[in-house]
Protein backbone atom coordinates (compact mmCIF):
# COMPACT_ATOMS: atom_id res chain seq x y z
CA UNK A 1 0.00 0.00 0.00
CA UNK A 2 2.69 2.48 0.59
CA UNK A 3 3.76 2.34 -2.88
CA UNK A 4 0.68 3.23 -4.71
CA UNK A 5 0.47 6.53 -2.00
CA UNK A 6 3.87 7.15 -3.57
CA UNK A 7 2.84 6.69 -6.75
CA UNK A 8 -0.71 8.80 -6.45
CA UNK A 9 1.49 11.67 -4.62
CA UNK A 10 4.45 11.37 -7.57
CA UNK A 11 1.11 11.62 -9.87
CA UNK A 12 -0.34 14.53 -8.36
CA UNK A 13 2.82 16.50 -8.42
CA UNK A 14 3.74 15.73 -11.74
CA UNK A 15 0.15 17.13 -12.61
CA UNK A 16 0.81 20.06 -11.05
CA UNK A 17 3.52 21.31 -13.13
CA UNK A 18 1.87 20.50 -16.45
CA UNK A 19 -0.47 22.88 -18.51
CA UNK A 20 -4.07 21.70 -18.87
CA UNK A 21 -3.36 21.45 -22.41
CA UNK A 22 -0.17 18.91 -21.70
CA UNK A 23 -2.63 17.02 -19.54
CA UNK A 24 -5.30 17.02 -22.39
CA UNK A 25 -2.91 15.53 -24.51
CA UNK A 26 -1.69 12.91 -21.92
CA UNK A 27 -5.65 11.90 -21.83
CA UNK A 28 -5.42 11.43 -25.96
CA UNK A 29 -2.30 9.61 -25.82
CA UNK A 30 -3.81 7.40 -23.29
CA UNK A 31 -6.81 6.56 -25.27
CA UNK A 32 -4.19 6.18 -28.63
CA UNK A 33 -2.54 3.17 -26.84
CA UNK A 34 -5.34 1.73 -25.67
CA UNK A 35 -6.69 1.14 -28.57
CA UNK A 36 -3.16 0.23 -30.51
CA UNK A 37 -3.20 -2.50 -28.10
CA UNK A 38 -6.84 -3.38 -28.90
CA UNK A 39 -6.20 -3.56 -32.54
CA UNK A 40 -4.76 -6.89 -32.87
CA UNK A 41 -6.83 -8.27 -29.23
CA UNK A 42 -9.82 -9.38 -28.75
CA UNK A 43 -13.55 -8.04 -29.15
CA UNK A 44 -13.70 -7.37 -25.15
CA UNK A 45 -10.35 -5.18 -25.25
CA UNK A 46 -11.85 -3.44 -28.97
CA UNK A 47 -15.10 -2.80 -26.87
CA UNK A 48 -13.43 -1.12 -23.69
CA UNK A 49 -11.21 0.71 -25.84
CA UNK A 50 -13.95 2.13 -28.07
CA UNK A 51 -15.77 2.40 -24.95
CA UNK A 52 -12.77 4.85 -23.65
CA UNK A 53 -12.81 6.49 -26.88
CA UNK A 54 -16.01 7.10 -27.07
CA UNK A 55 -15.98 8.61 -23.32
CA UNK A 56 -13.33 10.91 -24.49
CA UNK A 57 -14.99 12.54 -27.16
CA UNK A 58 -18.35 12.91 -25.93
CA UNK A 59 -16.73 14.96 -22.96
CA UNK A 60 -14.91 17.06 -26.05
CA UNK A 61 -18.36 17.26 -27.03
CA UNK A 62 -20.26 18.34 -24.12
CA UNK A 63 -17.41 20.80 -23.00
CA UNK A 64 -17.37 22.77 -26.94
CA UNK A 65 -20.96 22.78 -27.15
CA UNK A 66 -21.21 25.01 -23.41
CA UNK A 67 -21.87 28.27 -24.03
CA UNK A 68 -18.88 29.18 -21.70
CA UNK A 69 -16.70 27.67 -23.35
CA UNK A 70 -13.84 30.67 -24.59
CA UNK A 71 -12.48 28.64 -27.91
CA UNK A 72 -13.69 30.59 -30.97
CA UNK A 73 -16.68 29.67 -32.50
CA UNK A 74 -14.88 28.33 -35.33
CA UNK A 75 -12.68 25.81 -33.31
CA UNK A 76 -15.68 24.99 -31.46
CA UNK A 77 -17.90 23.96 -34.53
CA UNK A 78 -14.87 21.88 -35.87
CA UNK A 79 -14.11 19.84 -32.59
CA UNK A 80 -17.87 18.83 -32.80
CA UNK A 81 -17.96 18.41 -36.57
CA UNK A 82 -14.66 15.73 -36.12
CA UNK A 83 -16.53 14.33 -32.79
CA UNK A 84 -19.31 13.52 -35.00
CA UNK A 85 -17.40 11.73 -37.46
CA UNK A 86 -15.57 9.56 -34.73
CA UNK A 87 -18.99 8.58 -33.27
CA UNK A 88 -20.14 7.47 -36.18
CA UNK A 89 -17.04 5.34 -36.99
CA UNK A 90 -16.99 3.71 -33.49
CA UNK A 91 -20.88 2.86 -34.38
CA UNK A 92 -20.10 1.00 -37.62
CA UNK A 93 -20.09 -2.72 -37.86
CA UNK A 94 -16.40 -2.94 -38.17
CA UNK A 95 -14.63 0.40 -36.97
CA UNK A 96 -11.15 1.58 -38.19
CA UNK A 97 -8.96 1.69 -35.15
CA UNK A 98 -6.44 3.43 -37.51
CA UNK A 99 -8.66 6.04 -38.20
CA UNK A 100 -9.77 6.97 -34.93
CA UNK A 101 -5.70 6.63 -33.72
CA UNK A 102 -4.91 9.16 -36.07
CA UNK A 103 -7.51 11.52 -35.69
CA UNK A 104 -6.73 11.41 -31.69
CA UNK A 105 -2.78 12.04 -33.08
CA UNK A 106 -3.77 15.01 -34.63
CA UNK A 107 -5.66 16.20 -31.93
CA UNK A 108 -3.09 15.44 -28.94
CA UNK A 109 -0.10 16.85 -31.30
CA UNK A 110 -2.34 19.78 -31.52
CA UNK A 111 -2.37 20.56 -27.66
CA UNK A 112 0.91 19.75 -27.40
CA UNK A 113 2.19 22.34 -30.13
CA UNK A 114 3.37 19.67 -32.42
CA UNK A 115 0.37 20.05 -35.39
Known amino acids: MPNLHLASRAYASAAVNRTIR??????FRL???RLQAARQAGP????????????????????????G???????RAGLVSI?????REMDSNEPNFDFLITINKHIAEGLSGNP
Open 31 to 33: VIA
Open 44 to 67: IARVRALADNRRLWMTISDLVRDD
Open 83 to 87: GLTVQ
Open 69 to 75: NPLPPET
Open 22 to 27: QQEAEI
